[in-house]
């Protein structure tokens, strides 16, 4: 991932954006990444190294399971939605981000018809509860401060089938912060690519039953 400033002032600035309201920030958001996007690929997602690299490292640990419907929230121009698609063709697979100028480029190049893109906010999105796996990579630490991303977490958690898994690629060692806030799943995946560029992380977690779907017997 290209860096455009020093990590600690990019951590920063979006710890500053999440002082807004949710609502807030989500504005800022979105007008912040459609500016972002004002040129093809602003991080070089389909040709830098490492990225290839981190994509094909993401897939080859993402346990073989035959996924019916997939979510990629935060997908940008869908570089790793669009491989997501190719190698699990069975799969509905739906590309999330809050920009739409992203999106538009994502939806451009050609793609299976069961690949579809939607504009939306992780915090206030409001999708299907039935994906077998939720993708995000590379965004949680937009979210800022620790009350945000605690409701981001519960959406991505939220969004996952009961026995589904929710992966998460993240730079390494801030991924154990960006994780704090996963609960009530069970680490299936955890592995940390030292690599000299950047480390990051590849994690999974598996989705329980909801106490809203367990019957609950009573005796005799
Ligand atoms: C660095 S890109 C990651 C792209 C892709 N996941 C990957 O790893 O190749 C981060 C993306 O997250 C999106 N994003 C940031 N905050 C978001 C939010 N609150 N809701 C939805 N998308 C968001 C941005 O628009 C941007 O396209």
């Known amino acids: 991932m ?7 002032l990019h951590r920063a600035l979006f710890k500053g954006v999440s002082l807004l309201p949710a609502r807030g920030q989500a504005v800022v958001l979105r007008r912040y990444f459609d500016w972002w996007h004002r040129s093809p690929d602003p991080w070089s997602l389909g040709s830098d190294d490492y990225e290839q ?17 997939i979510l990629d929230v935060g997908c940008s121009e869908g570089v790793f939605t669009h491989l997501l698609a190719a190698e699990h063709p069975e799969a509905r697979v ?12 994502a939806r451009s190049r050609p ?4 690949l579809r893109f939607t504009r939306a906010d992780l915090l206030s999105f409001e999708g299907s509860r039935a994906h077998d796996l939720v993708v995000c990579a590379e965004t949680l630490y937009y979210l800022g401060r620790h009350d945000r991303l605690r ?7 939220d969004l996952v089938h009961p026995g589904g898994l929710l992966l998460l690629v993240h730079p390494w060692p801030e991924a154990r912060e960006l994780y704090a806030h996963i609960s009530g799943m069970r680490q299936v995946l955890h592995h940390v690519e030292h690599d000299p560029r950047r480390p990051f992380a590849v994690t999974a977690f598996e989705a329980g039953p ?7 017997s009573r005796p005799g």
């Open 2 to 8: 290209g860096k455009p400033m020093p990590e600690i």
């Open 53 to 69: 690299h981190k994509y094909a490292t993401t897939l080859r640990l993402l346990p073989a399971r035959a996924y019916r419907s």
């Open 94 to 105: 739906t590309g999330v981000d809050v920009s739409e100028r992203a999106l538009n480029r």
């Open 111 to 114: 793609g299976p018809p069961s």
């Open 151 to 157: 409701l981001a977490s519960a959406r991505l958690i």
């Open 210 to 216: 909801r106490m809203s779907d367990v019957n609950v």
